[in-house]
């Protein structure tokens, strides 16, 4: 399995793979967010694609696809994990993780965040994760 940040020039060049891998995780934000608009993040390099494929017969095969962005905060600031999307995640996940921690370093993050359905607790403890706190929400749309 291979892992690799996309740089912004390149993301038309898997765009048509990897977009379907992250439609569900657009429609879970309730109207927040498109795929068109994370597109337009990670052109404008205001987010940043990584992605994790294998090569079979001259072909990429993408099994996943996560969006990263840097949330600052007034002391310091955090790599966000903000969309992920695919399949066979066991398979990619041990590595992905350790590329955001490495980035993440690199980049003088105070630590790596995500906020994410509860179901993903369970994947990222598994990589020292701790669940810190739920996000509610009172939709306001029809009321």
């Not at 498109?34 to 940043?48: C, P, R």
């Not at 962005?69 to 695919?86: A, D, E, K």
């Not at 490495?102 to 630590?111: T, Y």
């Not at 020292?128 to 749309?141: C, D, I, Q, T």
Request: with cysteine; hydrophobic share 45%.
């Amino acid at each position: 399995m291979i892992c690799s940040m996309v740089p912004a020039s390149m993301i038309d060049t898997c765009w048509e793979e990897v977009s379907p891998l992250l439609e569900k995780a657009c429609r879970l934000t309730e109207g927040r967010c498109e795929i068109d608009d994370v597109k337009a993040m990670l052109e404008k390099e205001s987010a940043h694609l990584w992605v994790a494929y294998k090569v079979e017969h001259d072909k990429r095969i993408f099994f996943g696809a996560v969006v990263t962005r840097f949330n600052t905060y007034p002391r310091c600031r955090y790599l966000c994990l903000v969309f992920c999307g695919g399949v066979n995640f066991e398979k990619w996940r041990t590595q992905i993780m350790s590329m955001f921690r490495n980035f993440a370093k690199e980049m003088h993050c105070a630590g790596i965040e995500a906020t994410a359905r509860k179901g993903w607790s369970k994947l990222l403890a598994k990589d020292g994760y701790k669940a810190r706190w739920v996000a509610f929400e009172l939709p306001l749309s029809g009321v």
